[in-house]
């Protein structure tokens, strides 16, 4: 995560967190009845995700709003411990701004990990603030990662980069999803 006392840093999770919650408050206005039972209801429930083709790849089989956003959290912590254990192995190997902000990204998809976790621990807490908290920690952890390994011209920086455009798509149709969970 941000390493303390760093303003820049502190001011990227703040924006993110005001950005989810707007986001989120911004579709409480819609119908309620968001509980899958077909494809169709399933491409409804994706249809206001920013990624709806990786919404609908995810959550197959999901029978409510509530599993398509574990399977989704599922898909992301997944793709973060893949990320993590790649971070570290092209860690390994490296040396000086390479290594830093290879290592740099390895804690942070540890940190995603870790909140990732929690969040499905919040889901069956019902736990909807601090869920929506964790999530948006977990996209913080990626643009932290990215800030990183931004300008690096080095192989490593772009196999990371990939990987985190990818998982900032899957954060961010995890927030969608999560707004759609009525308790």
């Keep these: 995560m941000a390493s303390k006392g760093n303003p820049i840093?502190?001011?990227?999770?703040?924006?993110?967190?005001?950005?989810?919650f707007l986001v989120v408050g911004g579709k409480c206005s819609r119908e309620n009845d968001k509980s899958p039972t077909s494809s169709n209801a399933l491409s409804k429930l994706c249809a206001d995700v920013d990624f709806p083709q990786l919404c609908e790849e995810i959550i197959k089989g999901a029978s409510d709003a509530k599993n398509a956003t574990q399977m989704a959290i599922q898909a992301?912590?997944?793709r973060a411990t893949h990320a993590k254990a790649l971070a570290l192995k092209l860690g390994s190997t490296a040396s000086g701004y390479l290594k830093s902000s290879i290592d740099?990204?390895?804690?942070?998809?540890?940190?995603?990990?870790d909140s990732l976790q929690t969040s499905l621990d919040n889901i069956q807490r019902r736990d909807k603030g601090a869920l929506f908290s964790n999530l948006s920690a977990v996209v913080n952890?990626?643009?932290?990662?990215?800030?990183?390994?931004?300008?690096?011209?080095?192989?490593?920086?772009?196999?990371?980069?990939?990987?985190?455009?990818?998982?900032?798509?899957?954060?961010?149709?995890?927030?969608?999803?999560?707004?759609?969970?009525?308790?």
């Design 76 to 78: 992301l912590s997944l």
């Design 9 to 20: 840093l502190s001011q990227v999770l703040v924006l993110l967190l005001a950005t989810a």
């Design 141 to 183: 952890d990626i643009v932290t990662c990215d800030a990183t390994i931004k300008g690096g011209d080095e192989d490593p920086h772009a196999v990371l980069a990939k990987s985190n455009k990818v998982m900032k798509k899957l954060g961010s149709n995890c927030l969608a999803l999560a707004d759609e969970i009525h308790f």
């Design 104 to 113: 740099t990204c390895a804690d942070v998809y540890d940190d995603a990990v």
